[in-house]
């Protein structure tokens, strides 16, 4: 399980235990805690369904995080009891989302989150943990990705409603995932929340001999290294050619990264902003980075506001779409993903002069996206695949890691560490997770270090360094 969704996840409790403290109980038999343990039960059980198929992964998933003791069968009656794979089941909201709206009525609520409401803080751990849920059995189906992004529609149009409606409103707003709506034209744009990130650009600007030996120092990544120096010296050699009167050779400035999780995709589209702005093409060089929930909205006309605002915040730098692919995904009628593709097909026009799109995803699904507008074929025309790291790559991958959090390993912990990666690479399928399934695993071993330190007794500094053998 990644390290974010866990705690936006125990945050989540956190918030719904210190409700019940208070007293507030809405309508039901159950606390908001527990309220909220069922609501995600109910939606890993959407999750797991959207295939047709129940995996024991997707069990092991929902025992560990919500302490059941379920077996496929159970998950199963459970799905048939709650209703859960009918046509219907999204046209009723989770219940324990009505405590996370009325965040105004409740005192003393303390909490730590990047999310500046616990509105957001609900619909991003929904969003985290069931992103982590679909990818468990490392094989993710376009199916699941339909499932979740429905999901997330139907809370998003939920707390988007509550937004608007509030306590006073005096009709429930359409709980169906895809709901139509006409926006005003002169809507403030800042009333619509921005879902992402952004790094920001230095103020000194970048040395370009600094960022390629930052590039060179990557682990592994010999082809995508490659990639970028062809860019690099194309650019260079079309300013000394402009210094000549000469006409510039065409540059690609939109990519599309293709790969498996956890490959660098997002770290190498760090490093092109800088090196952009270094050459003279960007004028900040900073990356903005969305997904699906920071592009889309649920209202007709509100989609195209969002893209706005993500491609304005871009402007300068490079906006990085991740997944991508769950933008063109074909759903019911209403589904505005092809409204954001068409936005932001038409800023890359517009701002085609101080602005880099890079859109990344699984190289199949990705295929779909790009033919989802014929515009954008034209525009993306350089893709960049990012290979699976081999089992010496994750070796230096581990060490580093385990380096930066004051761990090193024995010798004897360093032959069995091969061990296990080079097992790791001959079971790997399509959705290996690479540099994220190391990271995951350094975040065992570390527990199975503690576990075994706290029953030596006084232990000493080395030991709380060293990583064993039996540690991994």
Known sequence: MEQESL??????????????????L?????????????????FFCYLAISDGLVQKEEVRYINKLLEYEFDQETIVDCIRRHKVADKD???????????????????NVVYQSKYYDIRSLYYHTFQELGRDFIACNRKVEDKEIRALTRYLLM????????????????????????????????QEEEEIAFVGTITEASPEGYDLDALMNELNDLIGLASVKKEVKNIVNLLQINEMRAQNGLKKAPVAKHFVFTG??????????????????????????????VDRSGMVAGYMGQT??????????AKGGVLFIDEA???????PEGDFGQEAIDTLNKAMEDYRDDLIVIVAG???????????????KSRFNKTIDFPDYDAEDLYSIFTFMSKEQDYHISDAGKLRLHEVLNDMIAKKDKNFGNARDVRNYLSQVIERQANRLVTVGAVNKEQLLTIEAEDL
């Open 26 to 42: 809405l309508e039901g038999d159950f606390s908001a805690e527990e309220q909220l343990r069922m609501d995600l039960r109910n």
């Open 325 to 331: 692919y769950a933008l063109s995904n074909h759903g």
């Open 7 to 24: 705690t936006l996840f125990r945050t989540c409790k956190k918030i719904a235990r210190e409700m019940d403290a208070n007293g507030i």
């Open 89 to 107: 089941f999204l046209s009723t909201p989770p219940l324990s989302l009505h405590y996370f709206l009325k965040d105004k009525n409740i005192p």
């Open 155 to 186: 809370l998003e149009s939920q707390i988007n409603g509550y937004k608007k409606f509030g306590d006073d409103r005096t009709e429930v707003p359409d709980t169906l995932p895809f709901r139509t709506k006409e926006v005003s034209q002169n």
């Open 260 to 289: 498996n999780p956890g490959t660098g995709k997002t770290t190498v589209a760090r490093l092109l902003s800088k090196i952009y702005c270094a050459l003279g093409v960007l004028s900040k060089g900073h990356l903005v980075e």
């Open 362 to 376: 699984y190289p199949d699904l990705m295929e779909d996206f790009i033919d989802a507008n014929p515009g954008l």
């Open 304 to 313: 195209a506001l969002k893209v706005k605002q993500v491609v304005d915040k």
